[in-house]
């Protein structure tokens, strides 16, 4: 069964950092580019970030630039979300997400599966 | 405000059929790139319903359609049953590399 699991999740203060991690299984790691989409609460899911398949590309959604930073350990079947200068707008449930294809290119791959995701709350 | 623009509501009774809208721009849709579409149930996490404009992953019932036209893509769902009361939300790819996605449209089942 593919599976994606995500942890790293809790109650932060503004300005600190965190990192999530997502732990892969059930296919091939390392042929699969990996996406971060979050959603806050009550609201629409928002992509964050994505990192191909031996970590040539990372790009990010411009909210999170600068902040946000992306990695994946093909070794451990793993991706990593650092995110620094938390703000409460980070407020979300992060979700690790495949790409659904391994030979689909950025622009016409679709997301699948989803992990169950792990809450983040940025409050003092 | 999201890149992709979706009707925030929609809502049929047992047995109709109902379509929702995904509309996007020349720098997303517009330039040929595929839509998809994804069914986020209460307190659950999104699923793929529609791939790459019109393809049904497996498992998915037929009762679930999807087009693309110009800068524009819609989902239909006929026979529409209770267990379809859901968001769904619509993705796209823009010109600055970004995965984009409609703000989300909730399904109301009469």
């Known amino acids: 069964e593919v599976q994606l699991v995500e942890s790293g999740g809790g109650l932060f203060k503004p300005g600190g950092s965190l990192r999530l991690s997502c732990a892969a299984s059930?296919?091939?790691?390392?042929?699969?580019?990996i996406n971060w989409v979050r959603q806050a609460p009550g609201k629409g899911l928002e992509w964050v970030s994505s990192?191909?398949?031996?970590?040539?590309?990372?790009y990010y959604a411009d909210s999170v630039k600068g902040r946000f930073t992306m990695s994946r350990d093909n070794a451990k079947n793993s991706v990593y979300l650092e995110v620094n200068s938390l703000r409460a707008e980070d407020t979300a449930v992060y979700y690790c997400?495949?790409?659904?294809?391994?030979?689909?290119?950025?622009?016409?791959?679709?997301?699948?599966?989803w992990g169950q995701g792990t809450l983040v709350t940025v409050s003092s | 405000q999201s890149v992709l623009t979706q009707p925030p509501s929609v809502s049929g009774a047992p047995g109709q059929r109902v379509t929702i809208s995904c509309t996007g721009s020349?720098?997303?849709?517009?330039?040929?790139?595929?839509v998809h579409w994804y069914q986020q149930l209460p307190g659950a996490a999104p699923k793929l319903v529609i791939y790459?404009?019109?393809n049904r992953p497996s498992g998915v019932p037929d009762r679930f359609s999807g087009s693309k036209s110009g800068t524009s893509a819609s989902l239909a769902i006929t026979g529409l049953q209770a267990e379809d009361e859901a968001d769904y939300y619509c993705?796209?790819?823009?010109?600055?590399?970004?995965?984009?996605f409609g703000g989300g449209t909730k399904l109301t089942v009469l």
């Open positions: 020349s720098s997303n849709i517009g330039s040929g790139n595929d």
């Open positions: 997400v495949r790409d659904g294809s391994p030979w689909a290119g950025d622009s016409d791959n679709w997301l699948d599966p």
């Open positions: 990192i191909s398949r031996i970590s040539t590309y990372i």
């Open positions: 790459t404009n019109n």
């Open positions: 059930g296919f091939s790691f390392s042929s699969y580019a």
């Open positions: 993705q796209s790819y823009d010109s600055n590399r970004n995965r984009v």
